[in-house]
């Protein structure tokens, strides 16, 4: 599978953005898919989860209320709709998906909010 991230930028706090996430190839294996992020110095860290089928979803406390996770199955396309955004969502985020046998990544998009 393939991962293609897209939508990040510099915003100002209190702003919004929306990150997409393009799958290509073998998809129809994907169970779920999420959103990590990776701020300068610290762990990657789990932003949010989607599955497939059922579409249930998992935020992290520090996003809850403010994210939004969705996919439109027809586009294989995963979305993140962040909202309120603050300072300390500065990050690299990375589109993943996991199979049974395969987990994939994109290659990220930066995401700067301003103060």
């Known amino acids: 599978v393939q991962l293609v991230e897209s939508g990040g930028g510099l915003v100002q706090a209190g702003g919004s953005l929306r990150l997409s996430c393009a799958a290509s190839?073998?998809?129809?294996?994907?169970?779920?898919m999420g959103w990590y992020r990776q701020a300068p110095g610290k762990q990657r860290e789990l932003v949010a989860v989607?599955?497939?089928?059922?579409?249930?979803?998992s935020y992290a406390a520090s996003v809850k209320g403010r994210f939004t996770i969705s996919r439109d199955n027809a586009k294989n396309t995963m979305y993140l709709q962040m909202n309120g955004l603050k300072p300390e969502d500065t990050a690299v985020y990375y589109c993943?998906?996991?199979?049974?046998?395969?987990?994939?990544w994109g290659q990220g998009t930066q995401v700067t909010v301003s103060s």
């Open positions: 989607i599955t497939s089928g059922s579409g249930s979803t």
């Open positions: 993943n998906a996991r199979s049974a046998l395969i987990t994939s």
């Open positions: 190839g073998s998809t129809f294996g994907i169970r779920v």
